[in-house]
């Protein structure tokens, strides 16, 4: 059993940056993939991005490409997502996940384990 703890967030105006952390404990973290997705009020969680377990791969959705970056550090078992240039769009909880497959996943469904939830707010 994988558990997956988070921290980062918070209120941020337009044009500036934020970095999420998830820490991973009680698995082999090098066999996970991982991910994180969002949720905006009213929506459906949606992918932001994700990397391989052997960080060989990266994936992001269209609407981050180029501002978010994705890395994971499996000496401390930690994934990060460095956000830049947010906009009030980016706005939602966002989530950290694993995912014990070989491909990078892109739905919720696809992931095993999942963080508790950060607020990410940018104000215009």
């Known amino acids: 059993q994988v558990q997956l703890v988070q921290s980062g967030g918070g209120l941020v105006q337009a044009g500036g940056s934020l970095r999420l952390s998830c820490t991973a404990s009680g698995g082999i973290f090098s066999f996970y993939n991982m991910g994180w997705f969002r949720q905006a009020p009213g929506k459906e969680r949606e992918f932001v991005a994700a990397v391989t377990w052997s960080a060989d791969t990266s994936s992001y959705a269209d609407s981050v490409k180029g501002r978010f970056t994705i890395s994971r550090d499996d000496a401390k078992t930690m994934v990060h997502l460095q956000m830049n240039s947010l906009k009030p769009e980016d706005t939602a909880v966002y989530y950290c996940?694993?995912?014990?497959?070989?491909?990078?996943?892109?739905?919720?469904?696809?992931?095993?384990?999942w963080g508790q939830g950060t607020q990410v707010t940018v104000s215009s």
């Open positions: 996940a694993a995912a014990s497959r070989f491909n990078i996943g892109t739905k919720p469904a696809e992931y095993n384990y």
